[in-house]
Every structure is written in structure tokens, then in C-alpha cells.
């Protein structure tokens, strides 16, 4: 995560200066480039395309790819509208069965929201093992009171470092993890049903509602099953369709997500992380789903990659009518997909904002020290990697006031206005924090 990264970045070139190294700094990430490299060789298919200082590469840039790579980047000033510019595109197209989805009646999605998630809480016991007995066991609070709403046919983005309780959310909203309080409340075509008071038969008839795009494209697929037996298996779990309608839903899935169905009989290892990715997602659109949960799935793609799968989740939300939960520690791709954001620290919400105001008005602390961490390509918006020298941004208590988190301080979110919420001691005024 951006924090983190900083912190290693910072290490990396303390070191350099303190005994004297080089750094052979290998990635696809040209903010991580421009702030940390001298001299930059940039490489596709084994050759070298372009090569010179770091002024050369940024203010200078002259062969193609290099223009098209810079394309492909999401940054926080794109405009309204603007589309990232993969290496090549995916040519994406639905057909009659996935169109095919059951409509919404009218009004039902104007009095509740598409899932409602209300004081959510988890907490985990761990146990310490040791020689010949296990030790004592600790708990840990991975999700402190969270509360949200997704609208339908929005995407909602979840952002915060590693370990914040991202994932843990996501986990209790697919029932993957029972929560230990609060509700789950999915709008189910105009009526309410909460999630986490369903028992194990009656949730089989959800998870058709809402899937899951992993964020390993290739742990998450089984290397022993063709492309065809894995789009195909959810719908031989729930029983939709006879084997000749599966066959031609799995191709017509294929087209969807931009990939040629004539592939259909090899094997995961060989596609490349971009198309393995395109596989999972066809696998959860299988369902005809209302609510896809995306957990950090373009991570381990590289920027052209991320581009094409960036472009492909918003080309597929206005066609197929999807609504998105969209976890992520990468702020420049959630500015790029998302419509409101929601940013988590130590298992608690500390901010929401529509993403036009979060980005350019972040009023908490933490959400401040995140933004400042990320790093741009850009020469002229290099980090201070001074900054990141210790945990203060992520421990509440240290938090300044009115934000700081601990039992002699209570929190609560403050309303803003225009959808722009802050936690915040209890006795802080909007006024307060607006100044």
C-alpha cells in the first residue's frame, strides 16, 4: 500500500546514500520511477525501446510505446469522462443471454439502497503456540463498528492500507465470515433481506446476487479445469440451464469480457495475468449478478494490463446494469472507477466522500497522509519521504484533534454535506472542520 511503499522507497535510498550501493530498481509502476531512479531503461518484448536520464523519460518521452505506457496510467487529474489508453484494447460485447436479466421494478431501488451495511463488527481470537502447549490467545478487532450504503448502479470504492479490514468487509458482506454484530441489508428487487440472519440453505439462493473478482487471477482459477469447465461451474452449482444453454452462455461470457471463445478448452497457465483476470470476472458474471464485489483486482497487473481491465469493469457496469464494491489500496485507480470512496484505518471508516470532493477536499487526518503518500509521474510532485519514517498515520490515537481515537475520546461520523462524512470527536461541529 502507498504508505508502506513509501516507507520502503525512503529505506532504499537511505541506504544507497549511507553505503554506497546502486539500486536496480525493477517496475511497471512510473511513480515509483520518477521518484526514486536517476537513469530509466524502458523494455517491451525483450528489446529496449527507450533509454536516458529520468528528465529525459518524464519531460522528453519519444518513442511510442513510452507515450502509450504514460497513457495507461490513471492519475487524480484526468477529466470527467476521460478514458485510460491501454496498449491495445479489448473489443467487449454482450449478447441476448446476458442482457437477458431479470428487470427491477419500478421504485424498487429509490427506497433502499442496494446493500446497506450497518455496525459491522468482527473480531478475531489468535493464539500463540508454543513448545508443548499453545499459548495465550489475543483478540483482534479486524472490523470496528462500519457502516455504508452502495447505491444501485454505482461503484463504491473501499480504500486503506494492508491489514485495515478491507477484505475482512467483504468477506462478511458474501457471508464467506460470519459477523459478530451489525446487519447486512440487500435490496432484493424492493425487499429488504439481511444477510447475516441467513442460514446456510437460504443463502444459496444469494449467491447468485452478489460474486467476487479475487485479486490473484491465477490462485483463484483451478489450474486442472479448461476455461470452459470454470465459467460453466457456477451455473452446474445452481442448476441454471441445460448443458447445450451453458455452453452457449460460456461463450457468449467469453465475448463479454473480450476473449476469443476458441480458447475455451485450454488451461489457465496459458493466458497471461491480464486474461486470467478477464476469465474471473466472466466466471462471476456467470450468475447474472446485481452486486460484484472487486477485491484488489488489478494489483498484480502491470499499468497497459490494468488499463484494458479498468476500462472493461466500467464498459460493463452501463451495459449489463452492475453495481461494484471496489476494494483497493491504489487511490489513482479508485479516483479513476469509483463514485464515492470509503477510506478505513485499523477497521474503522474515518472518511466517505463522492470522489471529486474526497480528492481534492480530504478533511481527516489519515486520509490526508494517504493522498500525500501516493506517488506521481511526475518530476515536479516528488514524495518526502521524511514524512513516512514511523506508524503515526495509522495509529488513531495519535491522530491530532478532533480526530484522534482512543476510550477517553469518542467518535462519530460528522456530516459535511453533499455526501461527505468525517470521523470525528463527538463534540466537533461541521463548521469546525470545514475551516
Known sequence: DVSIQAQILGLIKNLQSELGMAVLMITHDLGVVANIAEEVVVLYHGEVMEAGTIE?????????????????????????GERLVPLREIEAKSGPLMAGKEPWPEGSDTIWPLLSVQNLTKVFTTRKSGLLSAGPTSQVKAVDDVS???????????????GCGKT????????????????????????????????????????????????????SLNPRMTVFDIIREPLIIHKIGDADTQGEFVQELMHVVGLDPRFLNRYPHSFSGGQRQRIGIARALALKPDLLICDEPVSALDVSIQAQVLNLFKDMQKQLELTYLFISHNLAVVDYIADRIAVMCRGQIVEVAPREILFHNPIHHYTRALIAAVPYPDLDRRLDFDAYGGRGQTDPSSWPNPFTVSEKHRCRMCDLGDGHFVLCDEDTQSEDLVR
Open 168 to 219: 475482512s468487509v467483504s468477506k462478511m458482506i458474501m457471508r464467506a465470515v460470519s459477523p459478530d454484530k451489525g446487519s447486512i441489508v440487500f435490496n432484493d428487487r424492493g425487499v429488504p433481506v439481511d444477510l447475516a440472519e441467513l442460514d446456510s440453505d437460504e443463502l444459496m439462493g444469494y449467491r447468485q446476487k452478489i460474486q467476487m473478482v479475487f485479486q490473484d487471477p491465477f490462485s
Open 148 to 162: 455504508f450504503d452502495i447505491k444501485r448502479g454505482e461503484c463504491f470504492g473501499l480504500v486503506g492500507e494492508s
Open 56 to 80: 529525459d523519460i518524464f519531460e522528453h518521452p519519444a518513442h511510442p510505446y513510452l507515450k502509450a505506457l504514460r497513457a495507461a496510467v490513471p492519475h487524480f487529474d484526468m477529466k470527467e
